[in-house]
């Protein structure tokens, strides 16, 4: 039974690095832009549907988009 948790974590472990560096990645200044312009709407279709592929590889950015749509409510 042990060797076979062993196997497991073993697998587990080839994925750590890649998922851990996908999420924990900061947005770049363009990356933020884009942010702000979904935010306010002013994204194309095509735009729209490159930015929610970029959010789904970087869910650490929602909370960033949550605070810009949060920030333009306090605005508006």
């Given at each position: 039974?042990?060797?076979?948790?062993?196997?497991?974590?073993?697998?587990?472990?080839?994925?750590?690095?890649?998922?851990?560096?996908?999420?924990?990645?900061?947005?770049?200044?363009?990356?933020?832009e884009?942010?702000?312009?979904?935010?306010?709407?002013?994204?194309a279709?095509?735009?729209?549907?490159?930015?929610l592929?970029?959010?789904?590889?970087?869910?650490?950015?929602?909370?960033?988009?949550?605070?810009?749509?949060?920030?333009?409510?306090?605005?508006?």
């Open positions: 039974m042990p060797e076979q948790f062993k196997i497991l974590s073993d697998f587990l472990r080839q994925f750590e690095p890649e998922v851990q560096g996908r999420e924990g990645d900061p947005p770049d200044e363009q990356a933020r884009k942010i702000r312009s979904f935010a306010l709407g002013k994204l279709p095509p735009e729209r549907e490159e930015f592929a970029l959010i789904e590889k970087h869910p650490s950015w929602t909370p960033i988009l949550a605070a810009e749509v949060k920030a333009l409510r306090r605005q508006g």
